[in-house]
Nanobody, 122 residues
């Protein structure tokens, strides 16, 4: 499966951005999807995940209550709605896909897309 993230940009603290990740190549609903981010000088970290049928979601503690992951299997796209953004949310955001059964916890993708940069100004 091929993945392409988009939607990043420059936003002020407190603002919102919706990221999209379009998938192609295989049956999209067979894949659990996740969002990850990598801030300058830091390792890539898990942000959010959603099961193939969209029923199960899981969030990292720093984004709970502010970010929402969703998917539209008819459009082969997963979204990350980011609200109440903080300067520490500045990072390159990546989407990943896993064909393994998923119901809970951080996702371990087998496939990665190119990232999209979100910069939050204070």
């Amino acid at each position: 499966v091929q993945l392409q993230a988009s939607g990043g940009g420059l936003v002020q603290a407190g603002g919102s951005v919706r990221l999209s990740c379009a998938a192609s190549g295989n049956t999209f609903s067979n894949y659990a999807m996740g969002w990850f981010r990598q801030a300058p000088g830091k390792e890539r970290e898990f942000v959010a995940a959603i099961s193939g049928n969209g029923i199960y979601t899981y969030y990292a503690d720093p984004v709970k209550g502010r970010f929402t992951v969703s998917r539209d299997n008819a459009k082969n796209t997963v979204y990350l709605q980011t609200n109440s953004l903080r300067p520490e949310d500045t990072a390159v955001y990546y989407c990943g896909a896993s064909s393994s059964y998923y119901r809970n916890g951080p996702l371990r993708p087998q496939y990665w897309g190119h990232g999209t940069l979100v910069t939050v100004s204070s």
